[in-house]
Structures are given as structure tokens and as C-alpha cells.
């Protein structure tokens, strides 16, 4: 009884742990739409900015924002209604959310340039703000990326029966997700169609991470392997032009590779903090 009863404890010592140290570094700094709950580390410059996925929370990413915090400043926020961030009315839309991270920066006195962090979702949102900002923005680095093609993708190549199964997901009905984390699902149609057509500087240093398990895949062999090279395909075609470019494939990897491969990230982010400084000596 008693090594049951240590072992629980043990457990919720544990939990308890994990959340506290999820929950250190957070801060809420005041915007005009909402209160924001920001995770600032490190110092140096530039600074990298990571752009969470949709319908996630900051804390998801503490321990790449950690590992990044060694080379130089870093900075993760929560996005109004997510995370601990105070809720507001505003669109789930990449212009809002522009407005928002600008006057998050400005009110904390972050200078540029930026090296942009996107995953998922996120991914999206740097180019779309990298070419708002271009002269604010000295890199770009894709963690697993949405594409704004992906879904013309499904529409074009699978079946009837998969593309039911496969929207139904996106599907306002679905009850997945509910409140802001809906809205942002809702949302994501039109934020493809606010990045479509856009190109990355042909100058910019550019690093795209693509992991191979993703749970968008179908779960046929054959299938499975023709949507996972055009995963990989995709990534590769922002990658056109391009001069400063890596991209990484591990098949092993999966959606979430930020938990995985949170050194690796920071040692290409490393490299262009390196590059960003010599440059401007």
C-alpha cells in the first residue's frame, strides 16, 4: 500500500512540476485588443519570434524557446483566447494578427530584425508577415508547415469517402474544438488565400524542417506515401528562388517535431544569429 501510495505521489509531484515550469517566464503585457501572455528568454540579437499553431498555447513550445534562449533572445506569446491570453472579438485572420504582433514588439521594446519561427499553422503566418515586414525580418524557419495548396491537394486526389472523413475535421459542426480554437479552424481557408501567390526573398535565410508521420496522411500504404511526398514537395516549392535555403526531412519525425528535434532547431537558428551578426559588424 504504501509503494502505491508513494508512487502516486511521485506522479503528482511530477505533474505538478511540469506545470510549474511550463507556467515560469510568462508575463501579460497590455495591447489595444487584449491582454498577452508572452514567454521572453535569452538575450542577443536579432531576436527570434515563434509563431505557435493554430489552436495551441505557448507553453507547447517552452522547451525549443529554452533551447533557443542559449544563442539568443527569444520570444513566444499566446494569441488572444488562447493560452492564459485575455479573449476579444478581433477575426482569426493574418491581418489582425500582424497588427497584434506588431504592437506586441513595440510595447515590449523588441527592435528588429527578426528571425521568424512558424510551425504548423505559424508557418503561414511568417511568410505572410515576412512580406509585410521585409526589412524587419533577417530569417525564416518552418517547423513542419501548413501549405495553402494542401487542400486543393485532397480535393484533387482523393476519394469521395477520404476527403468526407478528411473535412469533416474542418467542419464548423465538429465538436473538436470549441471557442477561439473553432474560430481559428474556421478561419483557416482564408488565411491559405491571404498567403497564396506570395514568394520568399530570394536573400532570405530560409531553413524548412519537414517530418514524414503526419496525422493528415492517409492511412493506406500506398496512399500514406503519396501525400507524405507531397507533404514534402510543398515544402520544398517555397523553397524556389531561393539562394540561403536548408531543408530537412526525417521521415521518423512527426507534426510535432519542435518536442523532438529542439536542438537541431536551435543550432540552424544559431547559424543565422551568427550570419545576421557578422553582417551588420
Avoid at 65 to 72: E, F, V
Avoid at 87 to 101: C, G, H, V, Y
Wanted: aromatic share 12%.
Amino acid at each position: 500500500m504504501f509503494a502505491c501510495i508513494g508512487a502516486l505521489l511521485l506522479v503528482f509531484a511530477g505533474k505538478s512540476y511540469l506545470w510549474w515550469v511550463n507556467w515560469v517566464n510568462l508575463e501579460n503585457v497590455e495591447i489595444s485588443s487584449a491582454t498577452i501572455s508572452v514567454r521572453d528568454m535569452g538575450v542577443g540579437s536579432p531576436a527570434v519570434i515563434i509563431i505557435i499553431g493554430m489552436a495551441t498555447e505557448n507553453n507547447d513550445y517552452h522547451s525549443l524557446q529554452k533551447t533557443i534562449s542559449q544563442h539568443t533572445r527569444v520570444l513566444s506569446y499566446d494569441r488572444p483566447g488562447l493560452g492564459v491570453s485575455g479573449q476579444n472579438s478581433e477575426p482569426r485572420t493574418f491581418d489582425i494578427f500582424a497588427k497584434d504582433l506588431d504592437e506586441l514588439l513595440q510595447v515590449k521594446g523588441i527592435p528588429p530584425p527578426y528571425i521568424l519561427v512558424g510551425h504548423s499553422m505559424g508557418g503561414l503566418f511568417i511568410r505572410y508577415y515576412a512580406d509585410l515586414h521585409p526589412e524587419s525580418t533577417a530569417g525564416l524557419v518552418f517547423l513542419d508547415t501548413s501549405h495553402e495548396s494542401w487542400f486543393q491537394y485532397i480535393r484533387e486526389t482523393w476519394s469521395a469517402d477520404d476527403q468526407r472523413n478528411y473535412f469533416d475535421f474542418w467542419d464548423d459542426n465538429n465538436p473538436t474544438y470549441i471557442g477561439v480554437r473553432r474560430e481559428e479552424k474556421s478561419a483557416f481557408e482564408e488565411n491559405f488565400n491571404m498567403v497564396r501567390g506570395l514568394k520568399i526573398d530570394k536573400d532570405m535565410p530560409v531553413v524548412v524542417f519537414t517530418g514524414g508521420r503526419h496525422h493528415h496522411f492517409r492511412r493506406d500504404a500506398q496512399d500514406f506515401e503519396a501525400d507524405r511526398q507531397k507533404w514534402i514537395d510543398l515544402h520544398e516549392s517555397l523553397l524556389v528562388g531561393v539562394k540561403n535555403a536548408k531543408h530537412t526531412v526525417n521521415l521518423e519525425l512527426d507534426h510535432w517535431l519542435h518536442y523532438q528535434i529542439p536542438d537541431d532547431i536551435a543550432s540552424e537558428i544559431a547559424k543565422i544569429v551568427e550570419s545576421e551578426n557578422k553582417a551588420t559588424q
